[in-house]
């Protein structure tokens, strides 16, 4: 069973800490895990503690991934990377501290890290059966923003036309939202996803080629505008199209996963299927030399019901 419940925003001061624990404890009994509560409850406590004192607002709280591997996060409007547990800690009673580090969770977790994204970052952790008696797991912090990369030396322009707003922005979230989830499942749960580390190189793979020469200033205008669609020109390497290929085979393969529940973002509607085909594959043909083709009829048309493939505040971002 997935988890797909929507984030509990936070207030600030103690308040937030509570409810954080409280809905984060009744997740885990509502999935049929209660020999997590007590990691859970502590290591959630700890995080939005530190979110509080050393974050930014919007501060969030969700847990992510499937039953048999939940994962709890919290996010917060802030960049700086969280100070990991140093040699000192472990001469400390980490149980007696408050927003002290990150050394609690350590020891709560099977496995945790925090995920810095342009608009902020995620700690995450997935609770273990048990407080460890020793220093726990060390974290990981990927995606730390980086300066966008000069262009390549063979660089061309690809032309979109006809490019539907809605659907542009909801690939976006969704690229988004996957590309993490697969980040993480593959740093916590590698032999368990194996596909997960494949996606995930390429993703990154992916970001790079497309991170300087995608502007969404017009996508963005157009949908202040109200305007439908929208003509776009996007700078690549030619040499991405093999990339770009490869890239549209497994997200085929990331779909089949979703079904079988074992990768929490949705498996794509059929609109964002042909969108996604077209879209990335007019990227493909005009990397080659080739012509360019008319946005095909399935994918014209977005369905309300499918467009919370990923948080709504993630929409007016560039894919990553």
Known sequence: MPLNRPALSLGGGPRGVQ????????TCLDIDRPEL?????????????????????PIQVRVRGTRQHPRVEVRDGSQERPVLPSDEDEDEDVLLTFGR??????????????????DGKVVWFAPA?????????????????????????????????????????????????????????????????????????????????????????????AQEDGQESVDLEIVVARSAGRTIERFISLLDLADEFCRQQRLLSLARSPEQHAFQEWYLGELVRQTRGEPSL????????????????????LAARRYG
């Open 37 to 57: 509560v007590e990691c859970a409850e502590l290591g959630v406590s700890e995080l939005v503690t530190n979110a509080l004192l050393h974050g930014e607002a």
């Open 294 to 313: 008319p946005r095909p009829r399935a994918a014209r048309t977005q369905r309300p019901e499918h467009r919370h493939a990923g948080t709504p505040h």
């Open 19 to 26: 409810d954080a624990r409280q809905w984060v404890v009744q």
């Open 101 to 118: 580090g990150l050394s609690i969770v350590a020891r709560c977790a099977d496995a945790w890290g925090a995920e810095i994204e342009r």
């Open 129 to 221: 059966d048990s407080f460890a008696d020793d220093r726990g797991v060390p974290g990981v912090i990927t995606g730390v923003a980086a300066a966008a990369d000069e262009l390549p030396e063979d660089a061309t322009s690809v032309v979109v036309r006809d490019v539907p707003v809605e659907a542009f922005l909801a690939f976006g979230r969704h690229f988004s939202e996957l590309r993490r989830e697969v980040r993480l499942l593959s740093l916590a749960h590698e032999s368990d996803y194996p596909l997960a580390k494949d996606l995930s190189d390429l993703f990154g793979d992916l970001d790079r080629h497309l991170r300087v020469g995608t502007d969404e200033t017009p996508v963005l205008l």
